[in-house]
């Protein structure tokens, strides 16, 4: 167990129980506890730094003994910030967050204030180039689309209530961090959304779906103001999402195959999107 912390370290703080009550997030990793606080956990290193390169207000670090050199400046930056940094024994910390701690470093963040789809174009430059997801509930496909989205210049996330958080802990590790430059807009209502930047923003609607209808995705227009719709990775797009859509395509692919993942989907539309418009 560490007995001391560096002295660089202003704001460190050695722990010597799995019950010490500053710890209490750590050990609702899967819970809805984070969400209920308004808080999200990021993991490693990469996503470690974009966070604290995003500006937003960070809780806490937790790292293990021996790590505190390798994440010498990561903690350093916390430190001068004010930010408490935990340190505890590799065995402690998986006791705690209930699990291998392989990660070697986590910190708690306040997660960005919820803003609609009209809060976020305020300051979105023209053509937009948008996505929005309609009921997309794995987290992984969620954190995967949203690393692509930032890839290929999109400017905002738009997800309904039946998608999970962008947030979400596994969405954010997966997306490397990504999330935090890239404006996630909440909407109850999508259909009633894709509606108003239809007519208030002149943006269309095109919709990603195998389905009959659909046209090639590599002969669509993608020019101007767009915003694709990926659906639900067993259902799709939503036949209420659809009645909106001002275009479908699909991806041309191999007759074995019925259809990509959402998460793949994605990147290939925001990639012909891109070369499309120049913009890659």
Do not use: W
Not at 109 to 127: H, M, N
Not at 183 to 210: F, G, H, M, Q
Not at 231 to 257: C, Y
Request: hydrophobic content about 40%.
């Amino acid at each position: 167990m560490a007995k001391r912390c560096p002295q660089k370290l202003k704001t460190c703080i050695v722990i010597q129980g799995a019950d010490d009550p500053r710890l209490a997030p750590y050990k609702s990793l899967k819970g809805k506890e984070l969400e209920r606080d308004g808080i999200f956990i990021a993991e490693g290193e990469k996503v470690v730094k974009c966070m604290i390169g995003s500006g937003l207000r960070i809780a806490s670090c937790l790292t293990a003994v021996g790590t505190t050199g390798r994440y010498g400046s990561i903690l350093a930056t916390m430190s001068k910030r004010g930010v408490p940094v935990y340190i505890a024994a590799d065995k402690l910390i998986e006791k705690i967050i209930g699990f291998r701690f392989h990660k070697g470093i986590m910190a708690i963040g306040y997660c960005p204030k919820k803003i609609t789809v009209s809060e976020a174009l305020k300051d979105c430059k023209r053509p937009l180039l948008l996505v929005a997801l309609n009921a997309v509930n794995d987290p992984q496909n969620v954190g995967l689309i949203v690393r692509n989205a930032a890839a290929f210049g999109a400017q905002a996330l738009i997800i309904d209530n039946a998608t999970y958080d962008p947030y979400y802990r596994k969405a954010v590790r997966v997306s490397m961090g990504t999330v935090f430059g890239l404006p996630v807009c909440y909407e109850d209502d999508l259909r009633s959304s894709l509606i108003r930047l239809k007519s208030k923003y002149d943006t269309r609607i095109i919709a990603a779906t195998p389905g009959k209808g659909a046209g090639d995705l590599t002969k669509a227009r993608l020019s101007g103001n767009i915003c694709f719709v990926f659906g639900n990775e067993d259902k799709g797009v939503s036949r209420k999402i659809l009645s909106v859509a001002d275009t479908k395509v699909r991806i041309p692919i191999s007759k074995a195959v019925d259809s990509l993942n959402v998460a793949s989907a994605s990147a290939v539309c925001l990639y012909e999107a891109s070369r499309y418009r120049g913009t890659r």
